[in-house]
């Protein structure tokens, strides 16, 4: 298992760049290696310095071939961090095993 607290707006990402990445994080889930990315700390507004107005999704942990961890808050009931993002993408469509 790899763990990496690295992310970037996913816009800011250029698609091909993108693409190139993807393709080396499949061949190292072929290999059973496990990819584990921050969410990010902006929550769905990404690094946007104003209001949400757009959901903006964080790279690489808005790619369908690593998992995307986000923060928790809280002790009893523990819950999700609001500044924690992740889940989706603008680049990708869903996975199939993500639909239900």
Same mark, same amino acid.
């Given at each position: 298992t @790899? #763990?990496?607290s690295y +992310?970037?707006? &996913?816009? +800011?990402v250029n698609f091909g760049y993108a693409t190139r990445?993807?393709? &080396?994080?499949?061949?190292?889930g072929a290999?059973? @290696? #496990? @990819?584990?990315?921050? #969410?990010g700390d902006g929550g769905v507004s990404g690094s946007q310095p104003s209001d949400?107005?757009?959901f903006i999704p964080t790279f690489p942990a808005a #790619?369908?071939?690593?998992?995307?961890v986000g923060g928790t808050q809280g002790y009893n009931p523990e819950t999700a961090a609001s500044l924690s993002a992740g889940g989706f993408s603008?680049?990708?469509a869903?996975?199939?095993?993500?639909i239900d």
């Open positions: @790899i #763990s990496v +992310g970037d707006d &996913e816009p +800011g990445v993807n393709a &080396e994080f499949q061949k190292m290999r059973g @290696i #496990s @990819i584990m990315f921050a #969410s949400c107005t757009t #790619s369908p071939w690593v998992t995307a603008n680049y990708w869903r996975p199939t095993y993500q």
